[in-house]
Nanobody, 115 residues
Framework: QVQLVESGGGLVQPGGSLRLSCAAS????????MHWYRQGPENQRELFADIFSDGATNYVDAVNGRFTVSRDNTKNTMYLKMNDLKPGDTADYYC?????????WGKGTQVTVSS
């Protein structure tokens, strides 16, 4: 059974930091292109960060320079370090793994940025 499980969300003040994890089981994420998506209130789910099997990363402008995606293939886990968080970063955060025809999603973790 394949599972992606996000963790690390919570309430943080503006300017604060969080680290999210996406722990995978049932798949070998070293083969996968992994993504982070988020869905804020009344917004569509949006892709904002990618990490490819070779370790290359890609970010949308809104998070570039503040967020860092990484992966530890030995732990079968992807991470998202988020710095300088803003109220606009408030959302449910989801990880996604894609390899050939396989496409797996986690159930999400909630991040709230508020004073």
């Amino acid at each position: 059974q394949v599972q992606l499980v996000e963790s690390g969300g919570g309430l943080v003040q503006p300017g604060g930091s969080l680290r999210l994890s996406c722990a995978a089981s049932g798949i070998n994420i070293s083969l996968y292109t992994m993504h982070w998506y988020r869905q804020g209130p009344e917004n569509q789910r949006e892709l904002f960060a990618d990490i490819f099997s070779d370790g290359a990363t890609n970010y949308v402008d809104a998070v570039n320079g503040r967020f860092t995606v990484s992966r530890d293939n030995t732990k079968n886990t992807m991470y998202l370090k988020m710095n300088d968080l803003k109220p606009g970063d408030t959302a449910d955060y989801y990880c996604n793994g894609v390899y050939r025809a396989q496409n797996w999603w986690g159930k999400g973790t909630q991040v709230t940025v508020s004073s």
